[in-house]
């Protein structure tokens, strides 16, 4: 890690300043612990700066600097991130990008919208909706997390089963490379020729530059959207039922199950309508032409009753619809009623495997003493277990580490991925050799070397590595300094 | 030069599948015959023959069914290496229905994994031209598509994974065998469209669909192509959801009867393709579109080849435009008054909904109006670029190739392209010198 002198670091401070401005750099170690972790607080790091800039020319100025010093950087979202993806691993400096946060233009003919990449998932949704049009990828933090931090990651969310992940949607990117050049990858046309430069810079998890201007698409609303709820007494039930809804060839927008911890958790906290009873309950939408989509509907309660749903009804009404996809998405929040803490897993088998591996994941997670709760992507086989823990019990974080690793290897193991959307980072990059040899890392590492070759950008990401200065332990309540001075109370 | 060592070929794939002499015919482009052409049997095989070219410095160009090795920049290498036909790798490997995927081996062609999947029920929702020709392997290096890609995608939007041998012989797999995946880089991306430059691809996995219960093709024929553009249009921006979108002007549209042709396709349930069918004669009508007529299922495949046989003969150069959707139809327009105003002759299709258009120029005669050939394609490439696109050199003689750059040019993009090029193949063996950015 890069040690600064305070005379150092002072120096670089007003260098930043005549980039940014003053309001733009945070270097006072109270200010810089708020970004010392993403949605993963179980890692965290110190940054010697964060700073926010406002323009590409001015991140570009930023990454040179960091060059010329030999500083790390990383650029930042929304921090809602749930690998460690963000973190200034080896210190230097955080490039948050929450101030370029613009819709820059949207040409519905074309049906693509140009915007900065700090701008927040949802917002854009809500700034071409007006005119019949959305944008697509949704993950569950899509009211706080950004475009940006997206295509870091490429993102997922409940409907991309029908309409795909970020990358399917991001079609160019400006992008300030490691060198400081500011360079187009991809544009603005739905082809480009060459190697699929957007294509791989998409996932990429902010090490092969950092995206100032986004080209991506917008769909039309669809004309009609049905929920369906079904409600089931075992779990293996509605793992069954997705096997036969896929069976039938019916394509749904979206299928997710939520289990019964889940269920009520997520009652107790909104009372959304879901039966505390039931073991697991799918939610399916389809969504499409109004002509048909009863006839589908149908077909999917079919699919459901006949692996033995107990209840199958829809959504009346776009309140009733509304109020159980709050549910869907509000469950990790949701675990806060039953848990002071837990780890959200992110692994993906193929579909097929879905009831031998939730019956062995739930098995993993019960030998070492702790209770897990599911809520997940079941369409598209991604999985969320989420291991509720207590940090505050010695030993209790080392146990959830271990069920971790031993869920990753099972999805390994039955040909799947130990990520479908959160991203390798920090918490997954010791796990990439389950998947991956070595002649298959050190061709990422290669393509790495054409993007970042001094390898400032974002280090000490996706690839294992020896150990970083990253602190891992116990997220139990710490006064913030702050709070320490008087300055500030926590209620 | 040494040699390109065929005992030592014969003795990893066999003595039938290395080829020599006149058995090279097939593989002979722009004039260049290659030292000679290797069969793998085996992935093995495939390490074995590329971790002895790369020894012995010996170019390889990897070939599927070679629809599209004719693709590329004209070069005269100092040796003309050794062609890798993948053909031989040809079995599905797996196709779970359950799980909506299937892994096949590269030298599969795309209509018989097609064949293969509809027994059960789903598809690959990629409709490339040539099907019974084009390998799966080869349809992901040429990153190849048809009229369904408007509403299914590319072959981007679809392999999960992939097995690679590498320039110096190492196997790597790219991806995985699940639909969603963001474990370390997305690698399958980087060999879409990389034209053989960057790895041997030998296995495929994608993704699949189920296939619709009914499908239909449907033609509305226009005055002019104005209208038809502006139809095209209309259609994006209503409730439909076509799966193809095609627009063609008077000249491809000969085959189907002429004049200005908006071709548009339908899937889903029965009572939905008919609802779109009565939902498109209304949005047309208005327009000056004429009828909405049914066409055969058979009229797919020739889709593609709309612009190019438009005439009765060999067209005297093939580009295809990349351009902004809603500028499909003025950007035919425009290419065939600049072929007009030369004395030429074009013919223009696209896929009108993303903005993929190839024209088709013709010539009479050969030499001399080479000129006028060679400044009209210059034309046509000023024409996608001011819609904010860029043109290719699909398909054209030497005399013009040699004239006229196959790739745009792809800036500060390219010298990227150079860096990746330089660190999966340091030799530069793999198809070297045909792609983008002189890679």
Known sequence: ?491 | MPAVPLDKLRAIVGPAGVLSGVELSPYVVEGRTPETAVFPGSLDDVRAVVELAAAEGIPIIPWGGGTAAAVGTPIAPARSGLVLGLARLNRIVEHEPGDLTATAEAGTTVASLQAALKTRGQWLSLDPPDADRATVGGVMAANAWGPRRHLYGTARDLVIGMTVVTADGTVVRAGGKVVKNVAGYDLPKLFVGSYGTLGILVDVTVKLRPLPAEERLVAVRFERLKDAAAAARAVMASDVIPNALELLDAEAARALGGGPTLVVGFDGLGEQVDWQCGELQALVSPLGGAGVQAMGADAWPRLAHAAAVALGHQPAALMRLSVLPAQAGEVMEQAAVAARARGLVCACSAHAGVGAVVAALFSDQGQQELTRVVATLGDWRSIARGSGGHAVLEWAPLAVKSQVPVWDDAGAAGRIMQRIKAQLDPQNLLNPGRFVAGI
């Not at chain 1, 693509?112 to 993950?139: C, M, T």
Request: glycine share 10%; hydrophobic share 45%.
């Open chain 1, 1 to 491: 890690m890069a040690t600064l002198d305070a005379a150092r670091k002072s120096a670089l401070r007003q260098e930043l300043e005549a980039i940014v401005g003053r309001g733009g750099v945070l270097a006072d170690p109270d200010e810089l612990l708020v970004y010392e972790s993403d949605g993963l607080t179980l890692f965290r790091a110190l940054a010697d700066f964060v700073v926010f800039p406002t323009a590409a020319e001015h991140v570009a100025a930023i990454v040179k600097l960091a060059s010329r010093e030999g500083l790390p950087f990383v650029a930042r979202g929304a921090g809602t991130g749930l690998s460690g993806g963000c973190l200034p691993a080896e210190g230097g400096i955080v490039i948050s990008l929450m101030r370029m946060n613009r819709v820059l233009e949207v040409d519905y003919d074309n049906q693509i919208a140009v915007v900065e990449p700090g701008l927040v998932n949802l917002h854009l949704s809500w700034a071409v909706g007006p005119r019949g049009y959305y944008y697509a990828p949704d993950p569950s933090s899509q009211q706080a997390c950004t475009i940006g931090g997206n295509i870091a990651n490429n993102s997922g969310g409940p409907h991309t089963l029908k309409y795909g992940v970020t990358t399917n949607h991001v079609l160019g990117l400006e992008v300030v490379m490691p060198d400081g050049e500011i360079v187009w990858l991809g544009g603005r046309t739905r082809d480009t020729q060459g190697y699929d430069l957007a294509g791989v810079f998409v996932g990429s998890e902010g090490t092969f530059g950092i995206a100032t201007k986004v080209v991506v698409r917008i769909l039309k609303k669809p004309q009609a959207v049905k929920t369906v709820l079904a409600v089931f007494d075992a779990v293996a039930q509605a793992s069954t039922a997705v096997s036969e809804i896929i069976a039938r060839g019916l394509v749904p927008a979206a299928v997710e199950m939520i289990d019964q911890l889940t269920i009520q958790a997520v009652e107790d906290a909104f009372g959304c309508g879901y039966p505390r009873d039931a073991a697991a309950a799918l939610l399916v939408e389809l969504d499409g032409l109004r002509v048909g989509i009863e006839t589908q509907a149908e077909q999917i309660a079919h699919a459901c009753r006949d692996a033995g749903a107990r209840e199958v009804r829809m959504a009346r009404d776009e309140s009733e619809r509304a109020l159980l996809w709050k549910g869907r998405k509000s469950a990790f929040g949701a675990y806060g009623r039953v848990s002071p803490a837990y780890m959200v897993m992110d692994g993906v088998i193929p579909r097929t495997k879905l009831p031998y591996v939730l019956d062995r994941v739930n098995a993993i997670v019960a030998a070492h003493g702790l209770r897990v709760g599911n809520v997940f992507h079941a369409g598209d086989g991604n999985l969320h277990p989420n291991i509720l823990y207590d940090p505050r019990n010695p030993g209790e974080e080392a146990r959830v580490v271990e069920a971790g690793a031993e869920i990753m290897k099972l999805c390994a193991e039955v040909g799947g991925s130990i990520s479908g959307e959160h991203g390798i980072g920090l918490e997954k990059a010791d796990f990439m050799p389950f998947i991956f040899s070595a002649a298959d890392l050190a061709m990422m590492q290669r393509l790495k070397s054409a993007f970042n070759p001094t390898g400032l950008c974002n280090p000490g990401k996706v690839f294992p590595t020896k150990k970083s200065c990253v602190e891992v332990g116990p997220v139990a309540y710490r006064a913030h300094p702050i709070e320490e001075k008087g300055l500030a109370q926590r209620f």
